[in-house]
């Protein structure tokens, strides 16, 4: 059973916008860090935002910076990935990982970082 579960992917052309979920049925994330990762065909599961245990802190990829926002609503139990002007590269499967064990002051951008995992989404940026 996964702990997290991501939602929001689908097929979108270049220029447009999708907002992926994370959410949870079991554990709060609202006291855990989260990233979000994404994996293409043939390349490395990669961070591209994550926000920090307390939320005070986030963090994006360079490769992603200015288009992609993290957020958080605590009223939902949700984090949100914002992804704008999205483009053929960011075709991916999306990931959310929390880290329900430790407290990150700077959240990481690492795989290893986070113990629980999502099914993942399937984002695809085509015209």
């Known amino acids: 059973q996964w702990q997290v579960v991501e939602s929001g992917g689908g097929l979108v052309q270049p220029g447009g916008s999708l907002r992926l979920s994370c959410t949870s049925s079991?554990?709060?994330?609202?006291?855990?860090?989260i990233g979000w990762f994404r994996q293409a065909p043939g390349k490395e599961r990669e961070g591209v935002a994550c926000s920090s245990t307390d939320g005070g802190n986030t963090y994006i990829a360079d490769s992603v910076k200015g288009r992609f926002i993290i957020s958080r609503d605590y009223a939902k139990n949700t984090v949100h990935l914002q992804m704008n002007d999205l483009k053929s590269e960011d075709t991916a499967v999306y990931y959310c990982?929390?880290?329900?064990?430790?407290?990150?002051?700077?959240?990481?951008?690492?795989?290893?970082?986070?113990?629980?995992w999502g099914q993942g989404t399937q984002v695809t940026v085509s015209a």
């Open positions: 079991a554990v709060s994330l609202a006291t855990s860090a």
């Open positions: 990982a929390a880290d329900l064990k430790t407290f990150q002051a700077r959240c990481k951008m690492v795989p290893e970082g986070y113990g629980s």
